[in-house]
């Protein structure tokens, strides 16, 4: 099962986006973590939701962003709210068992 991340784009600092990963399959049963990728940094972890609906999130966005999913669409969706500039990345989805895909792009404005 491969996903595919969008819903990027330009925001300013304050609003609001949310973020769509289709998987091309069934992943009723994965965990799906949302990851994210500043130009010359690491990649970094950012939220988790598991099989059964439990989350995780990175203490940098925890209280802004809710990650959630809807398995009859083999979706999991991130809003992220309050963006801060330092939220701009390229963010992923990603399974244990996929591929990295090629990411959206959030640009957060000051």
């Known amino acids: 099962v491969q996903l595919q991340a969008s819903g990027g784009g330009l925001v300013q600092a304050g609003g609001s986006l949310r973020l769509s990963c289709a998987a091309s399959?069934?992943?009723?049963?994965?965990?799906v973590r949302w990851h994210r990728q500043t130009l010359g940094k690491q990649r970094e972890w950012v939220a988790s939701?598991?099989?059964?609906?439990?989350?995780n999130y990175a203490d940098s966005v925890k209280g802004r962003f809710t990650i959630s999913r809807d398995n009859a669409e083999n979706t999991v969706y991130l809003q992220m709210n309050t963006l801060r500039p330092e939220d701009t990345a390229v963010y992923y989805c990603?399974?244990?068992?996929?591929?990295w895909g090629q990411g959206t792009l959030v640009t957060v404005s000051s």
């Open positions: 399959g069934s992943i009723f049963f994965y965990t």
């Open positions: 990603k399974t244990d068992y996929s591929t």
């Open positions: 939701i598991t099989g059964g609906g439990s989350t």
